[in-house]
């Protein structure tokens, strides 16, 4: 897994393509592409067969169907804001990883129960941030943990240097890739 996943919003499947060389240009090698707009599935099925050698994967996904159309189209990963035992039977069929959404320990125990031990800390910033995984980590030691909402290029260092944290995601990896990298190809 990629250590900084950047959460992607498509308004229009066009702009797939700049935001997949952006991400790249700024040495991402993934992008989580959020079921967020209707063309969610679209752009994942354009992302994955343009850019075979990122690692696509599905946001926000919060369904069994849309985690069915997510697959179809090419994700290779599944993420969302809670837990879904559709979305987590979904994916166990298919044999591709899903990472539901946790931010209490009771959500937590209900994901490990259900076989998952890499779990989205969401929102993050507002569950306590570093601080909460801190204490996650000494109840759930076998967890880890990939913390998403409020995470900036000011703070992910400090998140990625938490020994339970697999990940960290955000819109601000996409923000960035753009700003940097969004008008090479103009
Ligand atoms: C998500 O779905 O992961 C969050 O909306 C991302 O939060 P951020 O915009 O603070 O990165």
């Given at each position: 897994m990629e250590r900084r996943i950047p959460v992607v919003v498509i308004?229009?499947?066009?702009e797939t393509d700049k935001i997949c060389r952006a991400l790249k240009a700024s040495g991402i090698n993934t992008a989580e592409i959020t079921f967020r707009t209707p063309c969610a599935a679209d752009a994942i099925r354009y992302a994955a067969s343009a850019f075979p050698e990122m690692e696509i994967g599905a946001g926000t996904v919060i369904n069994a169907e849309q985690c069915e159309r997510a697959i179809a189209s090419g994700a290779r990963f599944v993420v969302s804001p809670g837990f879904s035992s559709g979305v987590a039977d979904v994916c166990r069929a298919a044999g591709v990883p899903y990472y539901p959404g946790c931010a209490t320990p009771t959500e937590i125990m209900a994901a490990v129960s259900a076989g998952?031990?890499?779990?989205k800390f969401f929102p993050a910033d507002l569950y306590g941030g570093i601080k909460a995984l801190k204490a996650f980590s000494s109840v759930f030691p076998h967890v880890r943990f990939i913390p998403t909402g409020g995470v900036s290029a000011e703070n992910e260092a400090e998140f990625l240097s938490q020994?339970?944290?697999?990940a960290v995601g955000g819109t601000y990896l996409v923000k960035d890739a753009l700003e940097r990298f969004g008008g090479e190809n103009e």
């Open positions: 308004g229009d499947v066009k998952f031990d890499v779990v020994k339970n944290v697999a």
